[in-house]
């Protein structure tokens, strides 16, 4: 599975952007997908995640009720909206596929996943 995200880019605080990832190269019936985020000298940390039927979703804290997971399964796509955007989430944002268990520890978790795209950079200034 090849993944590329796209939509990153420079936003003022509060404001909104649309990231979007496309699956190719196999098909990704059944993958959960999930959205990360780094920053400079950070982690990777888990920002949400959603089930192959979309029923079931998954937000970090930081971000619940400011961003929006959904899924297009037909177009083999997965996208984030983000509103109201703070400085703090400036980071690469990367997507991320596979198999993984519908449980929440799972869905959070960046060990689960062994699809990635390149990330697309998100700049929000303050």
Same mark, same amino acid.
């Given at each position: 599975?090849?993944?590329?995200?796209? *939509? *990153?880019?420079?936003?003022?605080a509060?404001? &909104?952007l !649309?990231?979007?990832?496309?699956?190719?190269? !196999?098909?990704f019936t059944?993958?959960?997908?999930?959205?990360?985020?780094?920053?400079?000298g950070?982690?990777?940390e888990?920002?949400?995640?959603?089930?192959? &039927?979309?029923?079931?979703?998954?937000?970090?804290? &930081?971000?619940?009720?400011?961003?929006?997971?959904s899924r297009d399964n037909?177009?083999?796509t997965?996208?984030?909206q983000?509103?109201s955007?703070?400085?703090e989430?400036?980071?690469v944002?990367?997507?991320?596929?596979d198999?993984?268990p519908?449980?929440?520890?799972?869905?959070r978790?960046?060990?689960?996943?062994?699809y990635w795209g390149? *990330?697309t950079?998100?700049?929000? &200034?303050?």
């Open positions: 599975v090849q993944l590329q995200a796209s *939509g *990153g880019g420079l936003v003022q509060g404001g &909104s !649309r990231l979007s990832c496309t699956a190719s190269g !196999r098909t059944g993958y959960s997908m999930g959205w990360f985020r780094q920053a400079p950070n982690e990777r888990f920002v949400a995640a959603v089930s192959w &039927s979309g029923s079931t979703t998954y937000y970090a804290d &930081s971000v619940k009720g400011r961003f929006t997971i037909a177009k083999n997965v996208l984030l983000m509103n955007l703070k400085p989430d400036t980071a944002y990367y997507c991320e596929a198999w993984v519908t449980t929440a520890q799972a869905m978790s960046v060990y689960e996943y062994h390149q *990330g950079q998100v700049t929000v &200034s303050s």
